[in-house]
């Protein structure tokens, strides 16, 4: 017979229980501080009387007709805190567009011009930093794979198999896996700091709300929505398309017809919001003008949430940030018409698959279907691999794609002009 270690000979459940016991047992012994404190005039409270929670009668005490009421539940009604008298039309994180990108370029009065700006086309894929596929690959597999935090995953939704109980697995969640990659990513662009010195005077804000209430044909809209991560920089970026096009380009588009479906059918009506206007940079910070915005697509166990909606969100995202920074700044506007375009960048991932997206306000009017309109540029899904996970209980990552890493470092160098000459060290020797 072979020998082993013996492990455990006592139970480990005995032991905690009698540990329980014999410490639960202890008496606090009297040092003297209590007399010596109210010899010196100070009041001593006894804890348990301090820290007492408050009794709710049990339900066969509840007199019949009322409810019993916890201090940290709201109620729906009147009651709450947010409530309102007017109804509005919300959109938030949850909120899907029945109609898709469509009914969102009729929210925001946007229309597409394509893929990408032509200023962006023609520099993907011109700057790369050293060993870039490299660093993009270790990012990828720490997100994915290699990350400590394991949890139970939702189950998978399984059209075809419906009714039966899946075996629920382990592993990092899908919000994990976007924050360590999109902040792994921004990382790596930092390494372009050489070449780029502007990239210094740039700060980050994760999870950032924004608040951003709005009129629209008469019905109140409510933009309660949050940026993921948050890229600010100390100057704005340039317009995509000049302001001399702007009109020419508008009058020959026109935004898509929903009829007979209303172009807010899908937003929840609700009395309980906020009507103030919050923006989450002041107006004294340095870097108060939003560059990019990442979105993170946490709700990939929702069936409902198809492809088609998922283009929607990035569009509702740029136009209520760019429409809450030209409120916050009080941008120069004529009939509703800006001076001066404000442009914005947003990347919207779930760890796997990307969507690259620009966009331009041009007006502050969102009423109707005709004059200038808005515009917005996104790209066809891309992913940046086919499969990260363990397979035989090893670490696979196939079919890595470096054409997502150089639009994102294009996005991110976007507006900030290089180094045009190499800085020199200038020492003044005095004799």
């Known amino acids: 017979m072979r020998l082993s270690t013996p492990l455990l000979k006592q139970h480990s459940l005995h032991i905690k229980r009698m540990k329980w016991l014999a410490m639960c047992r202890r008496r606090v012994q009297d040092d003297g501080t209590k007399a010596a404190l109210e010899k010196s005039g100070i009041t001593v409270y006894d804890a348990l009387e301090v820290a007492k929670l408050p009794r709710f009668p049990p339900l066969g005490e509840q007199p019949v007709g009322d409810t019993i009421s916890l201090d940290w539940e709201l109620p729906l009604g009147p009651g709450h805190p947010d409530w309102q008298e007017r109804t509005a039309k919300v959109y938030n994180q949850q909120s899907t567009l029945l109609e898709g990108l469509p009914q969102a370029q009729r929210l925001t009065r946007s229309i597409i011009l394509g893929d990408l700006p032509q200023r962006l086309q ?72 050489g070449d780029y010195p502007g990239l210094l005077k740039r700060i980050t804000l994760h999870s950032a709300p924004l608040n951003l209430p709005l009129e629209q044909e008469g019905q109140l809209l409510i933009c309660d929505i949050s940026a993921d991560s948050l890229l600010l920089s100390p100057w704005p970026l340039q317009p995509f398309i000049d302001v001399e096009e ?20 899908s937003l929840r009506e609700s009395n309980t919001y906020r009507p103030e206007f919050f923006f989450p940079v002041n107006r004294s910070a340095k870097q108060q003008y939003p560059h990019v915005i990442f979105l993170h697509n946490d709700y990939p166990y929702n069936e409902n949430w198809t492809p088609e909606l998922r283009l929607a969100r990035p569009l509702m995202h740029c136009f209520a940030w760019a429409l809450a920074f030209a409120r916050h700044h009080s941008v120069k506007e004529k009939g509703g018409v800006l001076e001066e375009p404000l442009s914005l960048q947003c990347i919207h991932h779930n760890s796997q698959e990307f969507t690259f997206s620009c966009f331009q306000l041009n007006t502050l009017n969102i009423d109707g279907t005709e004059g200038i309109k808005n515009f917005y540029w996104t790209t066809p899904a891309m992913n940046i691999h086919d499969f990260c996970s363990y397979h035989d209980g090893r670490p696979v990552l196939k079919n890595y794609n470096p054409q997502v890493m150089q639009y994102f470092l294009a996005f991110f160098l976007d507006g900030n002009p290089p180094l045009q000459e190499p800085i020199k060290n200038k020492v003044n020797i005095e004799h």
Request: with cysteine.
């Open 122 to 193: 023609q520099v993907i894929g011109k700057k790369e930093i050293v060993d870039q596929d490299l660093l993009v690959q270790r990012c990828v597999r720490q997100s994915g794979m290699m990350d400590a935090t394991q949890v139970k995953l939702p189950h998978l939704p399984d059209p075809l198999v419906y009714g039966i109980n899946k075996r629920r697995e382990y592993g990092i969640p899908i919000d994990r896996k976007c924050m360590i990659l999109t902040r792994g990513l921004l990382k790596l662009c930092s390494h372009a700091l």
């Open 246 to 265: 702007v009109e020419a380009l508008s009058s020959a588009a026109q935004l898509p017809n929903l009829q007979p479906v209303h172009h807010t059918v």
